[in-house]
């Protein structure tokens, strides 16, 4: 019986012992993750910075109140534009008709969107089409 228990003891302390050394070893593989992806997350707020917010600003001086916006990356600009802002990216939540139809260049066209922001990967659909080519 006393064997038994030392044994159980031995195994209660390893396992306690186990449990510390897992926690350590996970806290330090997420504390390291800072330094591997911040370089990243740093260029990605300077470019906000530099590049969408005085986008966004822009838009906001440069425009109508009735203006529109369409846009693929939406946050900060719309925010700074201050005006009607429809999210046209193919996974975007914002638009249920969007969402349902990712590549409806009708749908987006026929908003009589004032500013159309566009990048190379998406919208192939869109940049083909004469309503685009010829008010854009």
Do not use: M
């Not at 911040?38 to 986008?55: A, Q, W």
């Not at 009607?84 to 008709?97: A, E, K, N």
């Not at 998406?122 to 080519?133: Q, V």
């Amino acid at each position: 019986f006393l064997t038994t228990y030392r044994n159980k003891l031995k195994l209660s302390i390893l396992s306690k012992n186990f449990k510390y050394i897992t926690v350590t070893i996970i806290c330090i593989l997420n504390f390291s993750q800072i330094f591997t992806f911040y370089p990243f997350v740093d260029l990605y707020g300077v470019g906000i910075k530099e590049c969408n917010i005085v986008l966004g600003k822009w838009i906001n001086e440069n425009s109508l109140s009735n203006s529109s916006l369409a846009v693929w990356d939406a946050g900060v600009i719309p925010f700074y534009s201050n005006i009607r802002t429809i999210d046209i990216y193919p996974d975007s939540l914002q638009d249920l008709h969007l969402y349902n139809n990712p590549e409806d260049g009708d749908y987006i066209l026929e908003q009589n969107i004032t500013f159309l922001l566009l990048n190379d990967e998406y919208f192939s659909y869109i940049k083909a089409d004469i309503r685009f080519l010829n008010n854009y």
